[in-house]
């Protein structure tokens, strides 16, 4: 059905209307009724209307003003004017508004009836070719890209000869004004959705010039066809316009794509050496994961890496993880992945390496003796790393796992020396001659290094502690014996009485005597 709202003034209008017409053997859903315009606009707002009666004459706004506001902001709404006078000098005003019927009061019942089945058919034919319409677009812009790339594909696997090349070339408006051609890939992750890679491939488009040409290949790559006059600027434009779509989808904060740059030739002919040899570099930049744009001629000079180097930097790996800072560590790691990055690897080689990597790690474990919750049990079988990014992830998390257990294992033994200190001052705390360095001795802690640990363990200084422990000693025996204050001061380690009564007044806000007279 739809749906429809009628705006009078008056109520016994409204009324009439709404109870004497048979709306829904007419198609028709009554979903509202209003006194004037300002009301029915406000809940078009956050409704669906397909058709407005109105009344000319109202208070607020009237229908003619209303007919225009309809009309600007929602074009598809049918509005009908109905008014209780011959004002047909309103009728070009109606029209401008593209009000489809002006209406004479009173109208009949069956004279309604009779508008809304014309307005019925109306809608129905309206919304039968917006239907065709869309569908019919749908299909062109659907078909068009699939053709184009059906053609661009076979052009760059060499099915095409010069004619057909030429013809189809037209057809699809691709104009040639090049000398020389280059075809780069972007391999996409297989994460993205399509959102995200129409957002990219819009962002492609708007760096390519005329005569350039971005696609899809059969594995949902994008593939980019850039022309030139010059070899050297053409070569220089492709790797400007990939490391741009690579800041571009780090903005994103999506997993990153992989380039690969091919051959420059100069004929179209030759285009599937250039498409042939991107694939080719396309393999090798997954691998690296890196913001970098990869062309097969860097593959094709690509330096060795060297073994006894890479043993180095694992060897120093080894030796941070047992004696280094976390930093450090940290460090030498990236030092391993700085030195695999500058080298061109294949996904053989990238396993190996990491397998090697891996071990490394696995045997200090062992040799540490460390212990690690089931729910990282996941570190000890990395799966397939075949790119850097997963290595450096997987490593990473290894790492920063590795070094907390250690830092456990030192909490826990700075953990256990604090608490032998507190046992210490609570002992000791009735000797008048205790002092700090007497219990660096007892832990084996320079006096500097025991300072900097009491503090960080307790928030408070080997003297603060000990006053502390005095005082609080004092309470008790000023609350269970009948001690003099010199006496209490003197089992409690002070030699003084009167400066026991300073600090006990200094941390309690009262004198001994005034402690024990408040109980």
Not at 78 to 92: N, R, S
Not at 446 to 451: A, E, I, L, T, Y
Request: with cysteine.
């Amino acid at each position: 059905m739809y749906k429809l709202i009628f705006v009078d003034d008056e109520a016994i209008v409204r009324d009439g209307i709404s109870s004497c017409i048979p709306w829904g053997q007419n198609n028709f859903e009554l979903t509202g009724l209003f006194e004037h315009g300002l009301q029915a606009l406000e809940y078009m707002k956050e409704n669906s209307v397909d058709v407005v009666i109105s009344d000319i004459n109202m208070p607020r706004m009237d229908g003619l003003t209303l007919s225009r506001e309809i009309e600007e902001k929602y074009p598809d709404v049918m509005v009908l004017l109905l008014t209780g006078y011959d004002e047909f000098e309103y009728a070009q005003e109606a029209i401008k508004s593209k009000v489809r019927e002006f209406l004479l009061k009173p109208i009949t019942a069956d004279e309604l009836s009779k508008v809304l089945k014309h307005l019925k058919e109306e809608l129905d034919f309206f919304k039968e070719r917006k239907s065709q319409l869309e569908l019919m677009e749908n299909k062109l812009e659907a078909s068009f890209p699939l053709l184009k790339e059906r053609f661009f594909y076979r052009m760059v696997s060499g099915k095409l000869d010069v004619q057909t090349l030429t013809r189809r070339k037209k057809y699809f408006g691709w104009n040639d004004y090049g000398m020389f051609y280059q075809i780069s890939i972007i391999s996409i992750p297989g994460n993205w959705n399509e959102l995200d890679r129409i957002t990219v491939s819009e962002y492609i488009k708007s760096g390519l010039r005329e005569g350039d040409e971005l696609l899809s290949n059969r594995t949902e790559d994008l593939v980019i066809l850039l022309q030139g006059k010059e070899r050297g600027s053409l070569n220089l434009r492709s790797r400007v316009l990939a490391k741009n779509v690579y800041t571009y989808v780090s903005k994103l904060e999506k997993d990153q794509i992989s380039t690969g740059c091919g051959d420059i030739v100069d004929n179209l002919i030759l285009l599937p050496e250039s498409y042939r040899g991107a694939g080719n570099a396309v393999d090798y930049s997954r691998v690296l994961g890196l913001s970098q744009v990869l062309s097969i001629e860097d593959v094709r000079n690509r330096e060795k890496i060297s073994t006894e180097k890479y043993s180095e930097l694992t060897k120093e790996l080894s030796y941070q993880l047992k004696t280094g800072s976390r930093n450090l560590t940290v460090k030498a790691l990236e030092n391993i992945f700085e030195y695999l990055e500058k080298h061109l690897l294949s996904v053989i080689e990238v396993t190996f390496y990491f397998t090697r990597l891996h071990i490394t790690f696995l045997n200090f474990i062992q040799e540490m003796e460390l212990y690690f919750d089931d729910d990282d049990t996941s570190l000890y079988q990395p799966g397939n790393l075949e790119s850097m990014d997963q290595a450096k992830l997987f490593f990473s998390k290894l790492l920063s796992l590795i070094e907390d257990r250690i830092e456990e294992h030192r909490n826990d033994a700075v953990r256990s020396r604090i608490e032998k200190a507190k046992n210490i001052i609570a002992d000791k705390k009735g000797d008048s001659a205790f002092s700090l360095q007497e219990i660096c001795n007892d832990v084996f802690l320079s006096v500097s290094q025991f300072s900097l640990l009491f503090k960080e363990g307790t928030g408070k200084t080997f003297i603060e502690y000990l006053t502390m422990c005095r005082v609080e000693e004092a309470k008790h025996l000023l609350k269970s014996t009948d001690y003099k204050s010199y006496e209490i001061a003197d089992k409690i380690g002070f030699t003084d009485p009167r400066y026991f009564s300073i600090i006990f007044k200094k941390t309690t806000g009262m004198t001994p005597i005034e402690f024990r007279r408040s109980l």
